[in-house]
Nanobody
Framework: QVQVVESGGGQVQAGNSLRLTCTASGSTSTMYGMGWFRQGPAKEREFVAAVRWTDGYSYYGDSVQGRFSISRDAAKNAVYLHMYTVKSEDTAVYYC??????????????????WGQGTQVTVSS
């Protein structure tokens, strides 16, 4: 089992930056990847970004490509989502997830078995 906990959400003005943190614990030595998903008001859950734990290779959703950056600290079992130039449409609950399913697509929520409770990000204009 892997437990994940998000932190860092809150209210931010459009155009500013915010960093989310996710920390994993438990059976982290066999993790394949960690990712961020979000769900805005009246929207379906959307892939944001993910990082492959073995080599740090990262993936991004089209709506955040070029504005968000994901990084990991393997020693701390932590992954960070750096959100730059945020927009109102970035308002959502952001969920961190972890997977031990090797070679599964890290952009698909179906690949992840372990999810955090979510952290709210609200972008004000």
């Amino acid at each position: 089992q892997v437990q994940v906990v998000e932190s860092g959400g809150g209210q931010v003005q459009a155009g500013n930056s915010l960093r989310l943190t996710c920390t994993a614990s438990g059976s982290t030595s066999t993790m394949y990847g960690m990712g961020w998903f979000r769900q805005g008001p009246a929207k379906e859950r959307e892939f944001v970004a993910a990082v492959r734990w073995t080599d740090g290779y990262s993936y991004y959703g089209d709506s955040v490509q070029g504005r968000f950056s994901i990084s990991r600290d393997a020693a701390k079992n932590a992954v960070y989502l750096h959100m730059y130039t945020v927009k109102s449409e970035d308002t959502a609950v952001y969920y961190c997830a972890a997977t031990r399913k090797w070679f599964k697509s890290l952009v698909s929520s179906n690949s992840y078995a372990y999810w955090g409770q979510g952290t709210q990000v609200t972008v004000s204009s």
